[in-house]
């Protein structure tokens, strides 16, 4: 049974940093692209980075380019989402999510369609205060 764990969410302030982690056990070596979505209070799910393991190219959201960091570390079937000089913007319920292919999609920001993941984490709360 495939389940994912996420940790490191919390109160913090802005400008401060913050590190993600989500945990796959199970099928771990089926998943080939790990993403990250939020979801704010009163809004819809948004995509906000991925990575694959065979392509490699990491993709972000434009509100969170060149502050937030996707990473994994296959030894330890976790990847992780750095974040960075946060803002009260950033204020959301985040989640990890896999998906056992990668094909196609980079084409036409596939992987920002959350029906294209196979399975999610519980969520983790971040709160940015001012």
């Known amino acids: 049974q495939v389940q994912l764990r996420q940790s490191g969410g919390g109160l913090v302030q802005t400008g401060d940093s913050l590190r993600l982690s989500c945990v796959i056990s199970?099928?771990?070596?089926?998943?080939?692209?790990m993403a990250w979505f939020r979801q704010a209070p009163g809004k819809e799910r948004e995509f906000v980075a991925v990575?694959?393991?065979?392509?490699?190219?990491?993709e972000y959201t434009d509100s969170v380019k060149g502050r937030f960091i996707i990473s994994s570390d296959t030894a330890k079937n976790t990847f992780y989402l750095q974040m960075n000089a946060l803002k009260v913007e950033d204020t959301s319920d985040y989640y990890c999510?896999?998906?056992?292919?990668?094909?196609?999609?980079?084409?036409?920001?596939?992987?920002?369609?959350?029906?294209?993941?196979?399975?999610w984490g519980q969520g983790t709360q971040v709160t940015v205060s001012s």
């Open positions: 199970g099928e771990t070596f089926t998943f080939l692209t």
């Open positions: 999510a896999v998906a056992r292919t990668e094909e196609g999609y980079y084409l036409g920001r596939r992987y920002s369609q959350e029906r294209r993941y196979d399975y």
């Open positions: 990575t694959t393991k065979t392509v490699g190219r990491a």
